[in-house]
């Protein structure tokens, strides 16, 4: 079953240095969806284990199984527009509408 268009949730404006969670969740789809997240139009990278690459000032992480996008302390350049996709490799991925969180 393709996915349904996903619910995100964006705080709408965050306080520097505190922790934030995006989380992003469909539940029509069978296979579940995996889910990515965009900021400003660009797809983030998924960060995992010890060897990873370790992105400069990267400050999240995101689980593309549970949706959910953490920053553990939050800063200005985080600021932006945000959305999540959700795709599980039948039909057509699906992105809930753009949200912009201000830091």
């Not at 996915?3 to 306080?15: D, G």
């Not at 983030?44 to 553990?72: C, I, P, Q």
């Amino acid at each position: 079953v393709a996915p349904t268009t996903p619910v995100c949730e964006v705080p709408s404006s965050a306080m520097t240095g505190t922790v934030v969670e995006l989380s992003c969740k469909e539940t029509e789809g069978s296979p579940p969806s995996e889910y990515q997240w965009y900021k400003n139009g660009v797809a983030l990278v998924e960060k995992t284990g010890a060897g990873s690459v370790r992105a400069a000032n990267v400050t999240y992480t995101m689980n593309k199984k549970s949706g959910t996008l953490l920053f553990n302390t939050v800063t200005k350049n985080d600021t932006g527009e945000y959305f999540c996709e959700a795709s599980n490799g039948i039909g057509l991925p699906q992105k809930c509408s753009v949200k912009r969180m201000q830091v």
